[in-house]
T-cell receptor, first 111, second 114 residues
Framework: GQQVMQIPQYQHVQEGEDFTTYCNSSTTLSNIQWYKQRPGGHPVFLIQLVKSGEVKKQKRLTFQFGEAKKNSSLHITATQTTDVGTYFCAGHRSNDYKLSFGAGTTVTVRA | DSGVTQTPKHLITATGQRVTLRCSPRSGDLSVYWYQQSLDQGLQFLIQYYNGEERAKGNILERFSAQQFPDLHSELNLSSLELGDSALYFC?????????????FGAGSRLTVL
């Protein structure tokens, strides 16, 4: 089963509004990655967080890694129609080769 | 174009049949990963190869097998197909074999089992 849980599964947002999606792990992660999959497309890497409490920004997107390195969040401000898609977090434990993906948050935008 | 090539893009077959999906990793990448994505589902990790050797195994059924060849391309073989095997199969590649490596995904192979 999934080792990384993501909520919410679906997010319907009015254009211009902000929203946040959350990623939680039951175990400490050595790093967390975020990917975006546009409708009909494939996942594309957005960012990687490694340090406890790390915050990184990409234009309107703010990514945060929790102090305990067990959770992460993606906050999007002033949502645009180009933000439509599914956002996946993926966590890596230090004793594991593989990256565990969350179930994703699918974002739709109302114009 | 991500640099990861997957063929075929679409495949329709019948239950009980066998198919092979092919993946060429991005130039310079030694690791290949296979993921399954069913309708409205997340990415289920199947298997990972690094430089020709199996590195990690996920929720891969016994009816499925994979390998990575000396030229680093990989094939995923799906046999005794069932309706539930209908899904999008993604291949991804990375430079190393650590979970810290960033994955580059291909466009996927959509399998429909009728």
């Amino acid at each position: 089963g999934q080792q990384v849980m993501q909520i919410p599964q679906y997010q319907h947002v009015q254009e211009g509004e902000d929203f946040t999606t959350y990623c939680n792990s039951s175990t400490t992660l050595s790093n967390i990655q975020w990917y975006k999959q546009r409708p009909g497309g494939h996942p594309v890497f957005l960012i990687q967080l490694v340090k406890s409490g790390e915050v990184k920004k990409q234009k309107r997107l703010t990514f945060q890694f929790g102090e305990a390195k067990k959770n992460s969040s993606l906050h999007i401000t002033a949502t645009q129609t180009t933000d439509v898609g599914t956002y996946f977090c993926a966590g890596h434990r230090s004793n594991d080769y593989k990256l565990s993906f969350g179930a994703g948050t699918t974002v739709t935008v109302r114009a | 174009d991500s640099g990861v090539t997957q063929t075929p893009k679409h495949l329709i077959t019948a239950t009980g049949q066998r198919v092979t999906l092919r993946c060429s990793p991005r130039s310079g990448d030694l690791s290949v990963y296979w993921y399954q994505q069913s309708l409205d589902q997340g990415l289920q990790f199947l298997i990972q190869y690094y430089n020709g050797e199996e590195r990690a195994k996920g929720n891969i059924l016994e009816r499925f097998s994979a390998q990575q060849f000396p030229d680093l391309h990989s094939e995923l073989n799906l046999s005794s197909l069932e309706l539930g095997d209908s899904a999008l199969y993604f291949c991804a590649s990375s430079v190393g074999n650590s979970g810290a490596n960033v994955l580059t995904f291909g466009a996927g192979s959509r399998l429909t089992v009728l």
